[in-house]
């Protein structure tokens, strides 16, 4: 009798705090009597479902400790126990299960079991994650990223994330319409991915509705098309190498001259595939797309990556940084000058900010259009004047060269540069406790700390610790 009231409350608490957040499968209640037995029938009728389950959640009941022990012992699943809180069935269950090294979460209320149901998740896409490199001579980091992983393999068996690969030249080369199909020279005899005729119009079609949609676009329809075209051609290599994060090293092939020669650059590829849910990231910088993909599971919101760096005032009064960090010729000396009462303040830029920094389900926020290149004439990209988000909290991590730290840090936006400028000079400026300190630790972990608009602070040290990493706060 006291179980089943027990389960009745379960299943009213279930539906309280956990309907529409995870995906909750059917419950399922079992009993004994007082012989205390455990049942080969009583744990077959617990793991039915065990094959779509990813943790187990358990109620109270009378005495129950054994069996979920020996559920942990025999199945490995992740367990949790439910609230109300009743703290001596916790300590003594998960204690006995913490003791055998299996893996347990022993969570006081309600809170607590959704941090870490969406924990969980995250480390569940995390093994889900097959990221398409697109490389050039060296596969593992790129001329312009030794902050990046040591070694892909350790990623894989720390992290379960895949990677997949394609030559940067056999890209670039199918992003052209080729008639026949077959004729791509790169693919002899094989039809490669080149856009169809089909292909062709809706390229245009994104295009036109990219340039109409913006507040002003400073480049001619053909040099947004082509930038568009690439982005086009590499949705369908995503879907061709079944992958769902994608990354690619400009400076690398800045060298080849194929950009020049194509008349593109990958920023408005890595924004445009960031608004639609796909982890994409610069310079070939493989934790920062990583910590990507862990901000977007959390806060459904798509990040934002750069180049990070303090910015130190002299006297409280004016930046002591060359002007040339900034790359912002145009916009520098009013942007800057917004920030003369500010102290602890950092920066973050690249040429890659996106529309859904506030949610991926949310309306597009205003942009422009301008080009990479200083001559004005090719590689579109999206302009966000960060400005108008002041005050806003934002969340920024990154995992180490070796896989086994991770970097998570708060910080409060209070300015913005380079919306007016072209090139790589997008910026959002931000504060943070200590841009010493901040400094101090980002060095162990690398040049670009990515960002998302939000508090996941607490819910990424969680991940961390779940990961295995060793958690440096900022």
């Keep these: 009798m006291y179980n089943q009231e027990a389960y009745q409350l379960f299943l009213k608490n279930i539906k309280t705090h956990l309907e529409g957040k995870v995906n909750l499968l059917e419950p399922v209640f079992v009993a004994r009597n007082e012989e205390f037995q455990i049942k080969e029938d009583l744990l077959k009728k617990i793991t039915e479902d065990m094959d779509k389950t990813d943790v187990y959640l358990f109620g109270q009941g009378g005495r129950v400790y054994d069996i979920v022990v020996e559920f942990a012992q025999r199945f490995k699943k992740p367990i949790m126990f439910s609230e109300p809180p009743n703290p001596f069935f916790t300590a003594i269950t998960a204690s006995a299960i913490i003791a055998r090294g299996l893996e347990t979460y022993p969570t006081l209320d309600w809170d607590d079991i959704i941090k870490y149901m969406k924990v969980l998740r995250v480390r569940k896409v995390l093994k889900e994650t097959r990221a398409l490199l697109a490389s050039k001579g060296n596969s593992n980091i790129s001329f312009s990223t030794t902050d990046s992983f040591i070694c892909l393999e350790d990623v894989t068996k720390k992290l379960g994330v895949r990677f ?252 913005g540069i380079g919306y007016n400028d072209k090139n790589c000079s997008e910026g959002v400026f931000f504060t943070v406790n200590d841009y010493r300190d901040f400094f101090k630790k980002q060095v162990i972990f690398g040049n670009h700390i990515p960002l998302v608009y939000g508090d996941y602070f607490d819910e990424i040290v969680t991940l961390g610790e779940v990961l295995g990493l060793e958690v440096i706060t900022a």
């Excluded at 599971?297 to 303090?310: C, E």
């Excluded at 912002?328 to 303040?345: C, F, G, H, P, R």
């Excluded at 529309?355 to 259009?369: D, T």
Aim: contains cysteine; aromatic residues 10%.
């Design 164 to 415: 997949r690969y394609v030559d940067i030249h056999e890209l670039l080369d199918q992003t052209h319409f080729i008639s026949p199909p077959n004729s791509n020279y790169t693919l002899p005899g094989r039809i490669g991915l080149n856009p169809t005729e089909e292909d062709m119009e809706h390229i245009k079609e994104i295009t036109d509705k990219l340039i109409a949609g913006s507040l002003e676009c400073h480049m001619g329809r053909e040099d947004v098309f082509n930038s568009v075209k690439a982005y086009y051609t590499v949705k369908k290599m995503l879907a061709h190498h079944d992958c769902n994060a994608f990354s690619i090293p400009c400076p690398d092939i800045c060298a080849t001259r194929r950009m020049n020669e194509e008349k593109i650059t990958f920023c408005l590829i890595h924004s445009l595939l960031n608004e639609e849910g796909i982890p994409s990231a610069c310079e070939y910088d493989i934790p920062a797309l990583l910590a990507m993909v862990i901000f977007m599971n959390f806060s459904n919101a798509a990040p934002y990556m750069g180049n990070t760096f303090p910015v130190p005032l002299k006297n409280g009064k004016r930046l002591n940084v060359s002007p040339r960090y900034f790359r912002a010729k145009e916009s520098q000396s009013t942007d800057i000058y917004d920030l003369s009462d500010k102290e602890n303040v950092m920066l973050t830029f690249h040429a890659v900010p996106n529309r859904k920094l506030r949610g991926l389900e949310e309306n597009i926020l205003p942009y422009s259009i301008r080009p990479y290149t200083r001559d004005g004439n090719w590689g579109a990209t999206i302009r966000y004047d960060f400005k108008q988000d002041k005050d806003q909290t934002i969340t920024m991590c990154r995992i180490d060269p070796s896989c086994t730290k991770l970097f998570v840090a708060r910080g409060t936006i209070v300015g």
